[in-house]
């Protein structure tokens, strides 16, 4: 076998007649199987084993959420601790140290679950309490039952009476917890909750434990036992999210391709607040057009209505497939074009950058602006760009051929003898260096999932950050990947010890 011949691709599928065979397909079938023999020298668990053999990977089920609400210093921390068995949320004898929401996987009975900690829920607050607060609302709005905790020693306060509405608005089923019962007389104390009409109070110490058998039993019983299972249509339209902060013209680039004002567009910024979809039809083919809000500098530091709708729009975003982020041609690149640019890209979406009011640019300023983007997105050079103006109308017809490169992108799959072909040029015209006297051996590489495109290389020791870019990149070079993000990961495997 000549060194030319031994990096020819292959194909997926082996020929249906021998006698059509393709020489160059057989041989790197030949070479496939013995790298893949080569492989039984190395410890591989079931999970590589079932990756080489093409096999989907499934992804763990979706568990239920279990929130813990309530208003600041009550335990809320204290009895996450206790439920973990261990100490992973911060606790201190001072209101508010808790902000976020944080989630844990926790086991009860042989039931896994999720649970949420949230900071202290108030009424009439502002500033960062204000996006406390908010915080717990939204953990209210995504669990699928609630532990509400009453600290039993200062009994219902005016405040609690508010997250009581909120929870019957909710309509979820909640298990009143009446915490810092530390003796018979706290007990007797906490009876006294049955008044806010949410049940049985279930008395517990979240400091030394006490009760927390009893109150994890009811919270297990409320919690559903299957998940629901989110299934996709193959036939449906495929989806289109329009992202970008405010204002940028997201509302007016789906009235243009709709060829109707289907959403309200006004210059005021945030008039959309909830993803709007739509079916339209564009060049004789159906989509879904998902409109979304703007996403605001930083969400915990939005308020009201546009801080759920920032949130709506991140969900919007992993329901898509493709995202169109519209950015202001006419204004320079801000923080928070990169940040939903981040979001995208973080979510594993398909992206095509849209370079709207491309009209309110001067003839001249259009080169350097074309320079500047090209320095500010020097990382996205990958991602299809088009300019146009929403507006007008002018170049939106050349969003759909964007679209569709990208989603090929998203769709792609490489067959694994024409993936380690690439792989075995690439390493042999630039290997990895050497560190401390060591250099990691590519063993063998198989796409592992699509959408995006994932790839899995098993190697004998730890490949740098900087190399798995440059094979990201020369992946790129070789295969296109335009306007997806794909994701390489390196398993290191060691050779097995001889006996």
Known sequence: MSDDQEYFGIDDVPPVMPIESDPEESLDEVREAALRAGLSDYDLTDEDLATLAGEEIETEPELPTLAIIGRPNVGKSTLVNRILGRRVAVV???PGVTRDRVSYRAEWSGRDFMLMDTGGWEAKVEGLDLSVAQQAEVAIDMADAILFVVDVTVGPTASDEHVVRLLRAAKKPVVLIANKSDGPQAELEAAALWNLGLGEPHPVSALHGRGMGDMLDAAIGVLPTEMPEVEIDPDAPRRIALVGRPNVGKSSLLNQLAGENRVVVDEVAGTTR???????????RRWTLVDTAGIRRRVHMTKGA???ASLRTGAAIDRTEVALV???ASTPLTDQDTRVIGQVVDA????????????LVGEDERFLLERSIEQDLVQLSWAPRVNLSARTGWHTNRLIPAIDLALGSWDQRIATGRLNAFLGELVAEHPH????GKQPKILFATQASNRPPRFVIFASGFLEPTYRRFIERRLREAFGFEGTPIQVSVRVRERRKRR
């Open 433 to 436: 260096p050497v560190r401390s």
């Open 274 to 284: 909830d993803p709007v979809d739509e079916i339209v039809e564009i060049g004789e």
């Open 306 to 308: 546009d801080f759920y």
């Open 326 to 328: 519209l950015l202001d």
């Open 348 to 359: 594993g979406r398909a992206m095509v950058l849209v370079f709207n009011k491309w009209d």
């Open 92 to 94: 201190e004898d001072t």
